[in-house]
């Protein structure tokens, strides 16, 4: 059985989740954790107390150091480009955060780029591994709605996130980058519908006013082209004291039906005065954490999920299977979907009209 070695770009908030699911991955035999990298010395410091990886600071010195089959994007939005850039130019298969791009052109020459290079470019929409959603998914196809007709979906931050977790590049994007683009493609994978139209409105003053010069909030409604009209709310500006980090659901209403999925709420709750703050609600589907038979820990849910389906495709791949062989994943062309959809919202915003979404 292959084995696929493994690199990491970028250890953040979120690159801890990458670095967990290859560690246990490792244990399983599935990959080997092999490298990380990231420009923040203090931190790779911090993430080598927990997790054994060769570090690196310089991407393109990872790349010339290592023998790797495969590597993992985790940078800030804006930064993903140059990155799977040189990992297709190094003949390496890659697992890419949304979005893609913040540009189509951008999405454009990376998926050309590892086409070229007969690699495989995945890109973690990990709520399509949301079991909740796949359930919603099953339902759809099977016709149980009929036609859609329209739909919502929202997806809200506690402010932290911009103001603390982000503060110096929070401004290089905005909650449509940043959260919306989850349910971009979220809606149109569920559909099987791409956006055609796009008519977007901000707001911006919270954030400005705490130095962080990015929108509050953008609503936008988008049309798809199997006439469905569904409107997306997403902000970052709830209040410290929010029951969770993230409040997110989603409906969509055909002609035979309803489908409702309440993303945030999973039904469990804590109230304590030792957690701050007091009133929080956990969703386990996301993350959560169990001790195998030796003690470790062992973290699972779809924000794993996702990851974890990223080094099972190496490993095929790595077995002799063809790009086209290896099943249903986001591909490159999905992340340049929710990309169209995300960059034709800030052009409404900036605009004040309606936008066409170009159709390739």
């Known amino acids: ?13 979120f690159g801890i989740n990458h670095l967990r699911t290859f560690r246990q991955l490792h244990w399983q035999g599935v990959c080997e954790l092999v490298a990380a990298c990231d420009i923040n010395e203090k931190l790779l410091e911090e993430r080598l107390k927990e997790f054994s990886f060769q570090p690196y600071t310089d991407f393109e010195e990872m790349l010339a150091r290592e023998r790797l089959d495969g590597v993992t994007v985790v940078t800030p939005d804006p930064y993903h480009r140059p990155l799977v850039l040189a990992a297709a130019e190094a003949g390496l298969h890659v697992l890419c955060e949304k979005p893609l791009d913040v540009t189509v052109a ?9 086409e070229r290079a007969g690699v495989l470019l995945q890109v973690d929409f990990h709520k399509r591994h949301d079991e909740y959603h796949r359930a919603m998914k099953q339902e759809i196809d099977a016709g149980v709605l009929g036609r859609i007709e329209y739909g919502y979906a929202h997806m809200e931050d506690r402010i932290e996130v911009p103001r603390d977790w982000f503060p110096g590049w929070a401004k290089a994007s905005s909650p449509a980058w940043f959260l919306g683009i989850h349910f971009y493609d979220l809606a149109r994978w ?7 139209r796009v008519w977007g409105h901000g707001r911006k003053g919270q954030l400005v006013e705490l130095g962080v010069d990015t929108y509050d909030s953008v609503t936008a409604m988008v049309e798809f082209d199997n006439g469905a ?46 957690t701050q703050p007091a009133l929080q609600s956990h969703n386990v589907s996301f993350l959560r954490l169990r001790h195998d038979n030796h003690g470790r820990e062992i973290w699972e849910g779809y924000g794993i999920d996702s990851i ?8 095929y791949l790595l077995e002799g299977a063809k790009l086209s062989e290896v099943g ?3 591909s490159g062309y999905d992340g340049l979907e929710a990309t169209k959809i995300a960059a034709a919202v800030h ?7 309606l936008i066409e979404i170009q159709q390739d």
């Open 347 to 353: 052009e409404s915003l900036d605009a004040g009209a």
């Open 1 to 13: 059985m292959a084995r696929a070695r493994i690199g990491i770009v970028g250890l953040g908030t």
């Open 190 to 196: 569920l559909m099987g519908a791409n956006g055609v």
């Open 308 to 315: 974890a389906d990223f080094a099972h495709k190496v490993n």
């Open 106 to 114: 951008g999405c454009v020459e990376m998926i050309k780029a590892c």
């Open 229 to 274: 009209t569904v409107c997306f709310d997403t902000s970052w500006i709830l209040p410290d004291g929010f029951a969770a980090v993230v409040n997110q659901g989603l409906r969509l209403v055909g002609t035979l039906g309803m489908l409702e999925c309440d993303s945030q709420d999973r039904g469990t709750w804590t109230c304590s005065a030792r």
């Open 328 to 330: 249903d994943y986001a």
